[in-house]
């Protein structure tokens, strides 16, 4: 996460949406970065509504408004089943090896999803919360041009991104039945980052 207090923004950083890149080259500039540990660098709506706002609030009193990327539901689990494929994953019980794509998403469909599965949600990352806080500014991962020019208008800066954290180059497939249930099961996401892709 990165707080840019001047400006009155927080850049979430929803797993698996290139932030890790974002936040390298933004830290210098930032005037909050919390990289660790993972609860907080990846801090959803929630989170950062219950411990981070209130510090600028009652403290500052400044409103943040809140910043994140969000990538194509297939393309997101994608991401997490090549990460999994990592070989130093190979001892975890939350690997993906010997698992196809096809069988991750449909362990990720399951009520209670095993632990290789268990990647959380996008949409319940992003969910607005019942005081009114959430994500001001939605940007589909697929779309880096209207990211960059934002933060760079926003931050009066000239971003210089290299890619990090990037997951293996591996072939996934998914059959046209798998992912239409995936996306009947899961349509509140689809129609989230179909409201945003299309901007």
Known sequence: MLVFFKERLAFL?????????????????ADLVITDP?????APVYRYNRFIRPMFLNVCDAEM???????HPVSWLSSWYRYRQRPFMKDRPN??????????????????????????????????????TGVTHLFAYEDQDRLQNFLEDRLSIKLDLARENVSPSIQVDLSSD?????????AEEFALYDSISQG
């Open 65 to 71: 408004e809140l910043m994140a990327v969000m990538r």
């Open 38 to 42: 993972p609860l907080l660098k990846h």
């Open 95 to 132: 690997n993906t090896h010997g698992i196809s794509f096809e069988e991750f998403v449909l362990a990720y469909m399951k009520g209670k999803r095993p632990g290789f599965a268990e990647v959380g949600s996008q949409l319940k990352f992003l969910e607005k919360q019942p005081n009114g």
């Open 13 to 29: 950083s929803v797993p698996k949406t290139g932030t890790t890149a974002y936040q390298t080259a933004l830290a210098p500039r």
């Open 178 to 186: 798998v992912e239409e249930r995936f996306r009947r099961k899961f």
